[in-house]
């Protein structure tokens, strides 16, 4: 069974820095990606970062371009968001996903929380 155990979250000020880690367990996958998800409570869950299978590749929203960073440790077991210049409107629940690109199966983690205090 697959799982994705979130770390990393936590209360920080506005911008301050943090790192999270997702890490993977259970099987492996050809071909996948790794994607960080954010959601606020009301909102829905939006779209941060993701990384390629072979780590070649990766792409931001807009809104975090140039202050977040995904990679992947070399292992291809876990995969890392460090997040820079922190803003309150960081503030949300974090969520890891995996999507197996060869049958499009996803996978998610239960999510960690960020806080950015003004």
């Known amino acids: 069974q697959v799982q994705l155990v979130e770390s990393g979250g936590g209360l920080v000020q506005a911008g301050g820095s943090l790192r999270l880690s997702c890490a993977t367990s259970?099987?492996?996958?050809?071909?996948?990606?790794m994607t960080w998800f954010r959601q606020v409570p009301g909102k829905e869950r939006e779209f941060v970062a993701t990384?390629?299978?072979?780590?070649?590749?990766?792409y931001y929203a807009d809104s975090v371009k140039g202050r977040f960073t995904i990679s992947r440790d070399s292992a291809k077991t876990t995969v890392y968001l460090q997040m820079n210049s922190l803003k309150p409107e960081d503030t949300a629940v974090y969520y890891c996903?995996?999507?197996?690109?060869?049958?499009?199966?996803?996978?998610w983690g239960k999510g960690t929380l960020v806080t950015v205090s003004a």
């Open positions: 259970g099987r492996t996958f050809s071909s996948y990606a």
């Open positions: 990384i390629s299978w072979n780590g070649g590749a990766t």
């Open positions: 996903n995996l999507r197996d690109l060869a049958n499009g199966m996803a996978y």
